[in-house]
């Protein structure tokens, strides 16, 4: 699941990328409005956290212009503006939801789950699978006749990403891309790591592995 954060103070960034990135996310985090929207020209995006107070191009201007380009990525706007014209003006804009600093990490990771759950037009917390479930919120995946096991922060991510587009191909670049964040280094043989490390966890027959183009979940039938 990959972040673009956009937080132009150091220490504010700082902290939601750690933490982000110990909750399994992928993070890339610019300070600039500019930045945001170049970045979201050329990367895919699971969600985006906005600050409003950005230099150059803020925050309101960075929303209005991804709506402009019909981008339905989710965006949690995270701000100190605590006006009720600000956050009508927000959410009317387009934002999904609407943060108030300061906050408790646990607080915004459940807002962004309660987004993710929205934008895939699902209720249920747990993502089910034809052989498996996961829990975003524990991070434990049970497959069919075995007990949940708690995984790992990076096979949580594979996972998850496969689950989320059940019965479609993910390649070595699409997993890649959905596990590890800007400045991350990547061994050549990370991927097949933690999907070895999944099967043995979950079993050998819940990853599929198609020779020559990635790897899928099956489908629920």
């Given at each position: 699941?990959?972040?673009?954060?956009?937080?132009?103070?150091p220490?504010?960034?700082q902290?939601?990328?750690?933490a982000?990135r110990?909750?399994?996310?992928?993070?890339?985090?610019v300070?600039?409005?500019?930045?945001?929207?170049?970045?979201?020209a050329?990367q895919?995006?699971?969600v985006?956290?906005?600050?409003?107070?950005?230099?150059?191009k803020?925050g309101?201007?960075?929303?209005q212009?991804?709506?402009?380009?019909?981008?339905?990525?989710?965006?949690?706007i995270?701000?100190?503006?605590?006006g009720?014209?600000?956050?009508?003006?927000?959410?009317?804009?387009?934002?999904?939801?609407?943060?108030?600093?300061?906050?408790?990490?646990?607080?915004?990771?459940?807002?962004?789950?309660?987004v993710?759950?929205?934008?895939?037009?699902?209720?249920?917390?747990?993502?089910?699978?034809?052989?498996?479930?996961?829990d975003?919120?524990?991070?434990?995946?049970?497959?069919?006749?075995?007990a949940p096991v708690?995984?790992?922060n990076?096979?949580?991510?594979?996972?998850?990403?496969?689950?989320?587009?059940?019965?479609?191909?993910?390649?070595?670049s699409?997993?890649?891309?959905?596990v590890?964040?800007?400045?991350?280094?990547?061994?050549s043989?990370?991927?097949?790591?933690?999907?070895h490390g999944?099967?043995?966890?979950?079993?050998?027959?819940?990853?599929?592995?198609?020779?020559?183009?990635?790897?899928?979940?099956?489908?629920?039938?």
């Open positions: 699941m990959r972040v673009l954060l956009v937080e132009d103070d220490m504010i960034g902290a939601i990328q750690a982000l110990d909750e399994s996310y992928a993070v890339d985090w300070r600039h409005g500019q930045r945001a929207l170049d970045a979201l050329t895919h995006y699971d985006v956290l906005l600050d409003l107070g950005l230099p150059g803020d309101m201007a960075v929303l212009a991804l709506r402009g380009r019909q981008n339905p990525v989710p965006v949690l995270i701000t100190a503006r605590d009720l014209e600000d956050r009508i003006k927000g959410l009317d804009g387009g934002a999904d939801d609407y943060v108030l600093k300061p906050f408790e990490m646990s607080e915004l990771l459940a807002r962004m789950r309660a993710l759950r929205r934008k895939g037009g699902q209720a249920e917390p747990l993502l089910v699978g034809a052989q498996l479930s996961l975003p919120a524990t991070h434990e995946a049970a497959a069919q006749g075995r708690v995984l790992s990076r096979e949580f991510a594979l996972l998850q990403a496969l689950m989320l587009r059940p019965g479609a191909i993910l390649s070595r699409e997993l890649e891309d959905r590890y964040g800007w400045g991350e280094e990547v061994e043989n990370a991927i097949d790591f933690l999907i999944l099967r043995k966890k979950l079993g050998g027959e819940v990853i599929r592995n198609v020779r020559g183009a990635g790897w899928m979940v099956s489908k629920s039938s």
